[in-house]
């Protein structure tokens, strides 16, 4: 395949909760923007299963550990 680069990115935050709204909107932007990542690590989100709610970005796909 002449031409194609393929480029694979993977990044962890310890985003060390995440229940305040602006840490939520500027790692979301982040994850939206053009240097996003493949694949994001988020840990230690200290979220209960009724606030999986918070982790929905528009276009991403959340797996969960």
Not at 12 to 30: C, I, L, Q
Request: charged content about 25%; hydrophobic content about 40%; overall charge positive.
């Amino acid at each position: 395949m002449a031409g194609v680069s393929l480029y694979l990115s993977i990044i962890t935050f310890n985003v060390n909760g995440f229940h305040s709204p602006m840490k939520r909107y500027r790692v979301a932007e982040w994850l939206k923007g053009k240097q996003g990542p493949t694949i994001c690590c988020l840990l230690e989100l200290h979220l209960t299963v009724k606030d999986k709610h918070r982790l929905k970005v528009k276009g991403q796909r959340f797996l969960e550990a």
